[in-house]
């Protein structure tokens, strides 16, 4: 743990006996499968049996393993066990994930500073970053203005082929189509 701030959480709220029933209900597992119950021993129900277990196929079991085996030890360190849950756990939070409570409620700095970095407030992102373009402002309208133009427009009412969904790769793809058409407004802006 690199940071003090979860290190203090952590001493201050051990797990203690928070892992027993799980302990004993993944050894009662081990028995009915007559599987040695040792912290690899999970590696042995094979992959159908834990995914029926936990109902999700889109579950990445290769990614909880090192946690598995950190809370099934005999003596277990719980710093190790919440590095583990750290790496297992993708870093997205909603207001809802942080609850509106005051137990969670100091931690909420702590969440954005590490996952936005620093933000400024009041500053006019389009004049510190694009101000000493110049005609900038005429030309975007003037692009725009023939994206909307035309039988087949880039846009009207949203962007045309905007994918439903916004998954990652679609919408890289669905940039990679558009660029070179903006570039192509852009060109006949810059022969005037």
């Known amino acids: 743990m690199d940071d003090l701030p979860r290190s203090k959480i952590i001493s201050d709220n051990p797990i203690g006996n928070g892992l027993d029933a799980f302990r004993a209900s993944f050894s009662s597992a081990c028995e009915s499968a007559n599987v040695s119950c040792t912290p690899d ?37 719980d710093t190790l066990i919440w590095d583990r849950v750290y790496n ?23 969440v ?22 110049a005609g900038l402002e005429v030309a975007s309208k003037t692009v725009f203005k023939k994206c909307k133009d035309g039988s087949n427009p880039l846009f009207s009412n949203g962007w045309s082929g905007w994918p439903a969904g916004a998954k990652e790769k679609d919408v890289l793809a669905w940039f990679r189509d558009l660029i070179p058409k903006l570039e192509t407004f852009v060109e006949g802006l810059n022969s005037c």
Not at 112 to 133: A, D, K, N, P, Q
């Open 88 to 110: 297992a756990t993708p870093w997205v939070y909603t207001t809802g994930a942080l609850m509106n409570s005051s137990e969670y409620r100091h931690y909420i700095d702590q």
């Open 41 to 77: 021993a999970f590696e042995q129900f094979g992959k159908k049996r834990l995914y029926s277990a936990i109902s999700s196929n889109s579950f990445d079991f290769d990614r909880i393993k090192p946690l598995l085996k950190a809370a099934l030890t005999d003596n277990p360190d």
């Open 112 to 133: 954005l500073l590490r996952e936005l970095g620093t933000l400024y407030i009041g500053l006019l992102l389009y004049e510190i970053y694009f101000g000493g373009v």
